[in-house]
């Protein structure tokens, strides 16, 4: 036989559901609200919040007992003593040869002991045992400084795109076997630079600077034609009176005036011997020029206590 419950009548209202809870050999109903339902949704993310703010706090106060740790630590470890007095606590420590020093005075006084300029060495070899986060971060740097550098490298060399009368004037100095190099965009000497190619003509009109290694005196020559001889481009220098009394020494000597012409790209202090009753261009001839050539002229006779200075390339 079934036993059916009947309800009399349907729930007083829609807020209110009838739970059947069954325990042992008791039958209760329990009537739980809607609302209340509601209210203790609204509070779970309150409680949520609250247990993040307790967990932020909790690694917070972890955190500051560990520093207070690691400064107590270090407050406790006795440093090491000043290598340069031997008397106070280092308070400082090179970075090129890692020496403790206490002092401004002791860290000066280590340069000029050790002939120590106090810059990391970049190559310093640094056992596995050694090292360090530190010396990581270092490595990182010095990697992102060469990648800084390749980078400006290839920006000049967009930079460094010739104009059409440079390029033109560079190809016709190939055709005559001198080879002219161009200096970067914003160089002093770049900017002074008149040597032009006339397409009409079918010359270089080159610009020349004239140093006179007796007095140490410097002067130029504007635009003058290649094939002329290397002796009358001088003498019309000699004929230009806001120099020419400068120049009474060279004049009188003019006969036996020698002619160097400084070889480029080399660090020793090489030069070329010119002839006077040559051209420009012939003395030129298989040489490097650097935007435009510099003559240094003296006399035969002062060569000789100049000599020691000046190497002499025999072609």
Not at 155 to 165: D, G, I
Request: proline share 3%.
């Amino acid at each position: 036989m079934e036993l059916v419950k009947e309800y009399e009548s349907p729930p007083s209202s829609p807020s209110q559901i009838v739970l059947p809870l069954n325990q042992s050999n008791e039958k209760e109903e329990q009537i739980i609200s809607l609302d209340s339902l509601l209210d203790a949704s609204k509070q779970s993310p309150s409680l949520e919040k609250k247990k993040k703010k307790r967990g932020e706090n909790e690694i917070q106060s972890f955190q500051l007992k560990a520093f207070n740790k690691t400064v107590e630590n270090t407050k406790k470890t006795k440093r090491k003593p000043c290598q340069v007095c031997k008397s106070l606590e280092s308070k400082y420590c090179c970075p090129s040869c890692e020496c403790r020093t206490c002092s401004l005075e002791c860290t000066k006084k280590h340069k000029i002991d050790a002939d120590c300029d106090g810059i990391r060495k970049i190559n310093q070899y640094i056992p596995l045992k050694q090292f360090k986060d530190n010396n990581i971060v270092d490595d990182f740097n010095f990697l992102e400084n060469i990648q800084r550098t390749v980078d400006v490298a290839q920006k000049s060399n967009r930079q460094q795109q010739l104009s059409f009368k440079l390029k033109a004037l560079q190809n016709q100095a190939k055709r005559r076997k001198i080879k002219i190099d161009f200096m970067p965009l914003g160089m002093s000497k770049r900017k002074s630079n008149t040597t032009i190619y006339s397409s009409v003509q079918q010359k270089i009109f080159w610009k020349l600077d004239w140093i006179f290694l007796k007095d140490n005196l410097k002067t130029t020559s504007e635009r003058m034609d290649g094939s002329l001889k290397l002796k009358d481009i001088l003498e019309s220098r000699f004929e230009d009176i806001t120099i020419r009394h400068h120049l009474r020494y060279y004049i009188k000597h003019k006969e036996g005036l020698m002619f160097l012409l400084q070889k480029e790209f080399t660090s020793e202090n090489e030069y070329y011997k010119m002839d006077p009753h040559l051209s420009l261009e012939e003395n030129l001839r298989n040489k490097d020029i650097i935007e435009y050539p510099t003559i240094f002229v003296t006399c035969t006779e002062d060569f000789s206590s100049l000599s020691s200075a000046y190497k002499i390339l025999i072609e």
